[in-house]
């Protein structure tokens, strides 16, 4: 085949690939989507330019999205510089006064930030905010063993709907304030189920470091109902980290979210894949 041809044949099936867009962006036109950016998932720059762009993409073509990150690895890079030891009891950092004081400082100024700017380095209009803004979080403590970690208990998500009217993007990070002003860490995953089923949206996107929920093969499950998560937790064979992801995933469709999907943040256009293709990606479960 000529050069030429070759290149036509490249444009054509870029067409064509947009063109079978269609109903899914008819489908999306006005929704909204929570997207939980987990600390892994950001790696590199590359996975951060990527996601940003995803996100403004989705944006351009009328979904409302919310990005919720986490940010675990680079809040244990601080503790270690500051020579404060960290543990983790049941997927939670036990946080202290000084702890509670360095994870405000790395989500809300470090990686609240850098977010912020490659949305913004891509075109967007994203504004960086933590759950104590507006009142967005309000939290009670969780476990008087783990210290300031809390659970959220009062959602008020007006800011960000004034935000989507805007055509801004709300990039949050996930702290909440307490009742008598204290500072929560709240886990990534537990904040972006709160404020999903807080607007009730029409996604919950869990980014995460593999491809889906594994059954008892190790093979990715495509679809998932309740029980069968209640199944496969039982038998151990959804463990460790995925633990926290199923049962938010759970709660936020208790609280009105349409769909979670817990897929892997490192593919390429993980997001897009997801709800612009046939294919979609990662392991969904449903309402109902
Ligand atoms: N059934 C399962 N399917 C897939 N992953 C599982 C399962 N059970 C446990 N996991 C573990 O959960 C991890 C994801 O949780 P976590 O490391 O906390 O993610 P993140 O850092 O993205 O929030 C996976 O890397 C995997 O090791
Ligand atoms: C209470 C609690 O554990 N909070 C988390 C908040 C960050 C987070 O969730 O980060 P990832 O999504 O990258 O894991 C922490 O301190 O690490």
Redesign the pocket.
């Known amino acids: 085949m000529k050069k030429q041809d070759a290149m036509n044949k490249d444009w054509i099936a870029t067409a064509r690939t947009l063109s079978q867009a269609l109903p899914f962006l008819q489908r999306y036109d006005g929704a909204t989507v929570v997207i939980k950016f ?4 950001m790696g590199s720059d590359e996975a951060m330019d990527s996601f940003a762009r995803d996100v403004v993409l989705m944006q351009q073509v009328g979904v409302n999205p919310v990005v919720v990150h ?1 940010g ?1 690895p680079m809040i244990n890079e601080m503790l270690s510089k500051l020579d404060i030891q960290s543990e983790f009891v049941g ?1 939670k950092r036990v946080t202290d006064a000084a702890t509670v004081e360095v994870v405000e400082m790395v989500l809300s100024g470090r990686v609240n930030k850098r977010i912020v700017q490659a949305i913004n380095a891509q075109g967007g209009r994203a504004v960086g905010l933590s759950g104590k803004d507006a009142n967005l979080m309000i939290c009670e403590q969780t476990d008087a063993k783990l210290g300031f970690v809390g659970t959220p208990v009062e959602m008020n998500p007006a800011v960000l709907k004034t935000l989507f009217e805007a055509d801004m993007i709300p990039v949050i990070a996930p702290l909440g304030m307490g009742r008598t002003g204290e500072t929560y860490n709240v886990n ?2 537990t904040a972006a189920g709160a404020i999903a089923g807080a607007l009730k949206a029409d996604r919950l996107l869990l ?4 491809a ?4 008892a093969s190790g093979e990715v499950v495509t679809e998932l109902t309740a029980a069968h998560v209640h199944e ?1 937790t039982e038998l151990g ?6 633990i ?2 199923t049962e938010t995933a759970l709660a936020a469709l208790q609280a009105g979210v349409r769909a979670a999907v817990i897929l892997d ?1 490192r593919a390429p256009n993980a997001c897009l894949l997801e709800l612009f293709t046939e294919h979609g990606a990662g392991t969904i479960i449903r309402q109902g």
Request: no cysteine; glycine share 38%; charged share 20%.
């Open positions: 987990g600390g892994h998932a986490g675990g997927g990534g995953d980014l995460t470091d593999v889906g929920v594994k059954d496969l064979i959804i463990a460790g980290g995925m926290p992801k943040g």
